[in-house]
């Protein structure tokens, strides 16, 4: 399956699988991924890359909104083939350092009648992402870091579909990745518009819920979901679409 890319914002380029999104931001001649797909989208990202007339030893950062398959993707190629530095919440490192994930709060039996579900499992293992691919070397950020990364990226920790979940602030720019915290397509369920992810995938969905709260006050005039399109409708209408949707 073919993957697409679509320039979202000034000099940033969706790239998606079809289920998960990845982003690949161009900055001061650099380019930094925030997630890295699946671990097959590797040739999305290189083609991605010579087609803005780059090389993949621009890569500066994978920057990894937290560590689940299909963000860790392609990251520990990423990094042995370019160089890059891999980075995840510190409460994420972990996993993504052995590929062990924790238990999710919901059953998947639960999503057997959704056409959505199995969609996402069948364009999941094709991509090869039905198990995480280990890091070796993974640095961990914290809560309200500002990294060292071309953009001054800003961490936003907001735990709850994994420990280590957080969204990631251009604040130059104004664009708000929100990782698995915020999506606006339900992978199980088929579900369009702000919400957080199913309970099947969420290591704690109350926890979830309440951490939108990390989301409100932050200016971004788009929002950059792992799953589903773009949001511009702004952050605190995000939010509140978000918690009237509730658990799922
Ligand atoms: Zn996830």
């Given at each position: 399956m073919a993957g697409h890319v679509t320039e979202v914002a000034e000099g940033i380029h969706r790239l998606s699988n079809g289920v998960a999104n990845f982003y690949l931001?161009?900055?001061s001649g650099k380019l930094v991924l925030v997630d890295a797909g699946a671990p097959k989208d590797w040739t999305l990202f290189a083609q991605a890359a010579l087609d803005l007339g780059k090389a993949v030893g621009d890569l500066d950062a994978v920057l990894l909104t937290h560590?689940?398959?299909?963000?860790?993707?392609?990251?520990?190629?990423?990094?042995t083939t370019t160089g890059a530095r891999v980075w995840v919440h510190e409460q994420d490192v972990q996993m993504?350092?052995?590929?062990?994930?924790?238990p999710r709060d919901g059953r998947t039996s639960a999503y057997l009648l959704h056409g959505a579900f199995w969609r996402t499992a069948l364009v999941l293992s094709m991509r090869?992402?039905?198990?995480?691919?280990?890091?070796?070397?993974?640095?961990?950020?914290?809560?309200?870091?500002?990294l060292d990364v071309p953009g001054s990226p800003r961490v936003v920790h907001a735990p709850g579909h994994t420990d280590g979940s957080a969204a990631i602030l251009l604040e130059d720019r104004a664009v708000l990745f929100t990782g698995d915290v915020l999506c606006t397509h339900n992978a199980y369920t088929g579900r369009v518009g702000p919400q957080i992810m199913p309970s099947g995938l969420n290591a704690d969905t109350?926890?979830?819920l309440a951490s939108l709260a990390n989301l409100t006050g932050i200016k971004a005039d788009v929002l950059l979901p792992g799953h589903?399109?773009?949001w511009t409708g702004g952050v605190e209408e995000a939010v509140?679409?978000?918690?009237?949707a509730g658990r799922s």
């Open positions: 931001i161009e900055e560590a689940h398959s299909d963000h860790v993707g392609f990251a520990e190629q990423a990094r993504a350092h052995t590929g062990k994930v924790g090869g992402a039905i198990k995480i691919i280990p890091v070796r070397e993974v640095s961990g950020f914290s809560d309200g870091e500002v109350p926890q979830a589903g399109e773009a509140r679409q978000a918690r009237a």
